[in-house]
């Protein structure tokens, strides 16, 4: 149970207490509170429609076109006759071709100053632990091939391969012509090689029109077979043509 506490009993308690009440200031009006009303008024009763009340319509000629309300610049102003002519003096004319150039003409102008004085890239530089700063081609740190013992010479492994070729070239001579000699070979001749390219190439055209006419779905293992004969027979025909394509002297065994 809570306990209420009251204020302490007075004697000044019971004398009759008068109120006593502030007066507050008169609230600040100004003087143009009604020239302001009147005007809010008049202005509401003109713009009770849409937009102001007289308004210049346009004619249905003029509507609104694309890029209408976009700023213009102002028109150029061609310069007035009179000071276009106002210069009276003339550049000198574009000389001729038969003009001769004047010769002898001597200047005041240092050449090798005015190129000394344009800025030039800086030169990369690199220090050493010591603090020493040098220019880093200098320094050796970048690889210099001209400077090498080698430079500018075949290198070994491109020798011997040419030695190699050189040597398997004159072995393969020696080989025809101890052939020749034994009459085991002879030079086959430019119209028997063309007819019997002929001969191939209208072989392999049979092959492929028959290769064009197998079926689309190989299921089963005598048409698996089969395509793959085709494909292993071309294959071969294509090889021998680049052959006879490829080298003009073929030499064939003589029976």
Same mark, same amino acid.
């Given at each position: 149970?809570?306990?209420?506490?009251?204020?302490?009993? @007075?004697?000044?308690?019971?004398?009759?207490?008068?109120?006593?009440?502030?007066?507050?200031?008169?609230?600040?009006?100004?003087?143009?509170?009604?020239?302001?009303?009147?005007?809010? +008024?008049?202005?509401?009763?003109?713009?009770?429609?849409?937009?102001?009340?007289?308004?210049?319509?346009? @004619?249905?000629?003029?509507?609104?076109?694309?890029?209408?309300?976009?700023?213009?610049?102002?028109?150029?102003?061609?310069?007035?006759?009179?000071?276009?002519? @106002?210069?009276?003096?003339?550049?000198?004319?574009?000389?001729?071709?038969?003009?001769?150039?004047?010769?002898?003409?001597?200047?005041?102008?240092?050449?090798?100053?005015?190129?000394?004085?344009?800025?030039? +890239?800086?030169?990369?530089?690199?220090?050493?632990?010591?603090?020493?700063?040098?220019?880093?081609?200098? @320094?050796?740190?970048?690889?210099?091939?001209?400077?090498?013992?080698?430079?500018?010479?075949?290198?070994?492994?491109?020798?011997?391969?040419?030695?190699?070729?050189?040597?398997?070239?004159?072995?393969?001579?020696?080989?025809?012509?101890?052939?020749?000699?034994?009459?085991?070979?002879?030079?086959?001749?430019?119209?028997?090689?063309?007819?019997?390219?002929?001969?191939?190439?209208?072989?392999?055209?049979?092959?492929?029109?028959?290769?064009?006419?197998?079926?689309?779905?190989?299921?089963?293992?005598?048409?698996?077979?089969? +395509?793959?004969?085709?494909?292993?027979?071309? +294959?071969?025909?294509?090889?021998?043509?680049?052959?006879?394509?490829?080298?003009?002297?073929?030499?064939?065994?003589?029976?």
């Amino acid at each position: 149970m809570s306990e209420v506490v009251y204020p302490p009993e @007075s004697v000044y308690n019971s004398l009759p207490k008068t109120e006593v009440r502030t007066q507050k200031p008169q609230r600040y009006m100004s003087k143009f509170r009604p020239t302001v009303i009147l005007e809010e +008024k008049a202005n509401k009763e003109t713009m009770r429609t849409m937009g102001p009340a007289k308004v210049e319509v346009a @004619s249905p000629d003029q509507y609104t076109k694309k890029h209408l309300k976009e700023p213009k610049l102002a028109k150029k102003t061609h310069p007035s006759k009179e000071f276009c002519h @106002s210069c009276t003096v003339k550049k000198p004319p574009v000389p001729a071709r038969t003009d001769n150039p004047p010769m002898g003409i001597h200047t005041k102008r240092d050449f090798i100053k005015t190129t000394t004085l344009v800025p030039m +890239k800086p030169q990369p530089t690199c220090v050493d632990s010591k603090g020493h700063k040098q220019r880093l081609e200098n @320094s050796g740190l970048v690889p210099k091939y001209l400077k090498k013992k080698d430079y500018g010479e075949v290198p070994e492994y491109l020798i011997q391969r040419n030695e190699e070729k050189q040597r398997a070239q004159e072995d393969y001579e020696n080989f025809v012509k101890e052939q020749k000699e034994q009459g085991a070979i002879k030079l086959m001749s430019d119209m028997e090689r063309q007819a019997l390219l002929e001969d191939l190439k209208k072989n392999w055209d049979k092959l492929h029109h028959e290769y064009q006419g197998l079926s689309l779905v190989t299921d089963t293992l005598s048409k698996k077979a089969h +395509k793959e004969q085709l494909e292993a027979a071309m +294959k071969q025909l294509e090889d021998d043509i680049d052959l006879f394509q490829k080298f003009k002297t073929i030499y064939i065994p003589n029976h």
